[in-house]
């Protein structure tokens, strides 16, 4: 039974830098494909990144050289480095795992303003 926590988000001016974490409930965290979501007021939630369990990434074109996804299967955490923020960054972000597609947390705001 999944439960995913995330935190880290709060403001930031554009250029700047925020670390998110999320907290996974998983025994076998290591076992499960990791993703971050996004979604912005008004819009559709996007896929952001994702992390397979061998490590591999993927990157949406919008956050492509700027963000980046990591894990620490010890700690069961999932975490996304935010560096160089754009406006258009402003979303809540969410953490997922496929095997559970249904589930979704609380998400962490992310404001990035100046």
């Not at 907290?23 to 912005?40: G, P």
Request: proline share 3%; hydrophobic share 30%.
């Amino acid at each position: 039974q999944v439960q995913l926590v995330e935190s880290g988000g709060g403001l930031a001016q554009p250029g700047g830098s925020l670390r998110l974490s999320c907290a996974a409930s998983m025994r076998i965290f290591s076992a499960y494909t990791m993703d971050w979501y996004r979604q912005a007021p008004g819009k559709q939630r996007e896929l952001v990144a994702t992390i397979t369990t061998s490590g591999s990434t993927n990157y949406a074109d919008s956050i492509k050289g700027r963000f980046t996804i990591s894990r620490d299967n010890v700690k069961n955490t999932l975490y996304l480095q935010m560096n160089s923020l754009k406006p258009e960054d402003t979303a809540v972000y969410y953490c997922h795992t496929r095997v559970f597609r249904d589930y979704w947390g609380q998400g962490t705001q992310v404001t990035v303003s100046s």
